[in-house]
């Protein structure tokens, strides 16, 4: 099975700050065929489900704001958000999907300081 | 708008058995893949299970291998997860997820609100 680690555990930022969270694998994430790394991020928000930020490691989801962005290849994947606000308050997974079982990494806890 | 409603959850024995159901709407089910994703009280999110758009492939994490079985039925647009053999660390939030694509290998771009497990006795 892959493993997902992160890092930090958890984070606090001023507002208007940059947060910066690493991602990384066990085994390559990046697919010769498609040229594409199998990496996700999602947001989890007290109370809510997870949401889907960024997928193919770099492409931002639908709606999703642009100071959100992803990047990296292979094993080393990081989500950076270029400044962070109030309600960027919320706990942020990774999770392969270039191999079952799809396994997320335990998540990094952003909060304002 | 996608919409997934999960049910079934409930407060079970261990070594009791039970199945969940999400109800899928606003999407044509049978062109994507679906997963379980569950996530114990103050823990981080474990994938579970998943299934291609056509139900004939199917993944499972080695946590519930053997006794979780995930199925869906498209005319009916609805995914299950049936429990069988169920532990105390199978207490959980437990969310229907949508594929973005056919198989497992693509992101979970819908959620539901979740429905709750809870194996005590």
Do not use: H
Not at chain 1, 46 to 69: C, H, I, N
Not at chain 2, 34 to 47: C, K, N, T, Y
């Amino acid at each position: 099975d892959i493993v997902m680690t992160q890092s930090p555990d958890s984070l606090a930022v001023s507002l208007g700050e940059r947060a910066t969270i690493n991602c990384k694998s066990s085994q390559n994430l990046l697919f010769r065929s498609t040229n594409k790394n199998y990496l996700g991020w999602y947001q989890q928000k007290p109370g809510q489900p997870p949401k889907l930020l960024m997928y193919w490691a770099s492409t931002r989801e639908s709606g999703v704001p642009d100071r959100f962005s992803g990047s990296g290849s292979g094993t080393d994947f990081t989500l950076t958000i270029s400044s962070l606000q109030a309600e960027d308050v919320a706990v942020y997974y990774c999770q392969q999907y270039y191999s079952s079982p799809f396994t997320f990494g335990p998540g990094t806890k952003v909060d304002i300081k | 708008e996608v919409q997934l409603l999960e049910s079934g959850g409930d407060l079970v024995q261990p070594g009791g058995s039970l199945r969940l159901s999400c109800a899928a709407s606003g999407f044509t089910l049978n062109r994507y893949a679906m997963s379980w994703v569950r996530q114990a009280p103050g823990r981080g999110l474990e994938w579970v299970s998943g299934i291609s758009n056509s139900g004939d492939t199917t993944y499972d994490a080695d946590s519930v291998k053997g006794r979780f079985t995930i199925s869906r039925d498209n005319s009916r647009n609805t995914l299950y997860l049936q429990m069988n053999s169920l532990r105390a660390e199978d207490t959980a939030v437990y969310y229907c997820a949508k594929g973005d694509g056919t198989t497992g290998y693509y992101p979970l771009d819908y959620w539901g609100q979740g429905t709750l497990v809870t194996v005590s006795s």
